[in-house]
């Protein structure tokens, strides 16, 4: 049995701060058709990707930001076109939006989205980058510490569509643990969605370390978990902060087999062969063979560093 899923990563170009859902969410569909005619059957959109990145803005007051926010469960009334559009297309989506829960809870998600419209599961940001109180040294804001929470339900893997699939988001990728955790799981495809500025704004670094490093964690950790990694961005010029693009595809090997040429929205795809994924998994990364956790212990019950003794 083939076990061959033609995925896309369904880029976005930059989203205005008074841009509507709607208008997010039709030019969502209008990848979904592009997907339907070249054979997806798994799209992944962006972090976000219902609003503008407002974490670079500032409120002393959060809930001020509540609008930027889903309240109760998707489909919401602005999403529902999307989510009926891809099941009449048979296909299975990756969508990232700001969820706000009945009790005021905040968090960065994600969720997937099965080939019969069915909400398979989800995922809350756990590793949240930036700052929680204005700084005004910088020439804009990164307030995802003020306006979320971390995720609260770990790093878990699905069954659907014929593979084991997870999902992460932005800053997650730079974390080895991240891809470990679910790979100890079996996971054959991770998906995530990025904001990413070409300007770190905490620290002096070469404008062009950031591609580079975006696409040197995924591709690394594909290959240390022989899996694949499915990245989509928002992209662009975003309200005068450029968001880097560079969505890709990359398989177990760790190369990546599809990028994005532009910052706008643009569709690229690749047929994955899930049984690619076994290779590493039975060789060079066969946990069960050659993993000794009696000396990992440390990456569990310890966070900042702890230099030796002089």
Request: with cysteine.
């Amino acid at each position: 049995m083939s076990r061959i899923i033609n995925v896309g990563a369904a880029q976005l170009g930059p989203i205005a701060p008074e841009e509507s859902r709607v208008s997010a969410v039709n030019r969502m569909i209008e990848l979904l058709k592009q997907a339907k005619d070249r054979g997806v059957k798994l799209v992944v959109f962006p972090e976000l990707a219902l609003t503008t990145f407002f974490p670079r803005y500032y409120e002393e007051d959060i809930s001020r930001m509540d609008h930027h926010f889903e309240r109760g469960d998707m489909p919401t009334p602005e999403t529902r076109p999307l989510f009926e559009k891809a099941k009449e297309y048979g296909i299975g989506f990756y969508l990232g939006y700001a969820e706000l829960t009945e009790d005021g809870h905040r968090f960065n998600t994600s969720i997937l989205v099965d080939d019969t419209g069915r909400i398979v599961g989800k995922y809350r940001k756990v590793h949240l980058p930036g700052h929680a109180e204005y700084d005004g040294k910088r020439p804009w804001q990164h307030l995802e510490k003020r306006y979320f929470e971390p995720g609260d339900l770990g790093f878990p893997v699905w069954r659907s569509m014929g593979g084991i699939m997870g999902m992460c988001i932005c800053n997650d990728r730079r974390w080895p643990e991240t891809y470990r955790v679910m790979s100890l799981k079996g996971v054959e495809i991770v998906m995530l969605g990025y904001n990413t500025p070409d300007v770190n704004t905490s620290a002096p670094e070469p404008n062009h370390l950031r591609m580079f490093h975006n696409h040197l964690v995924m591709q690394a950790s594909a290959y240390q978990n022989s899996c694949f990694v499915v990245a989509t961005a928002k992209a662009g010029i975003e309200d005068g902060c450029m968001l880097i693009g560079g969505s890709c595809i990359v398989q177990p090997s760790g190369e990546m087999v599809a990028l994005a040429s532009t910052v706008g929205d643009e569709l690229i795809t690749y047929a994955c062969d899930l049984d690619l994924a076994k290779m590493g998994k039975e060789t060079v990364f066969n946990f069960a063979k050659h993993r000794r956790i009696e000396h990992y212990g440390i990456i569990t019950e310890q966070t900042g560093v702890v230099e030796p003794a002089e």
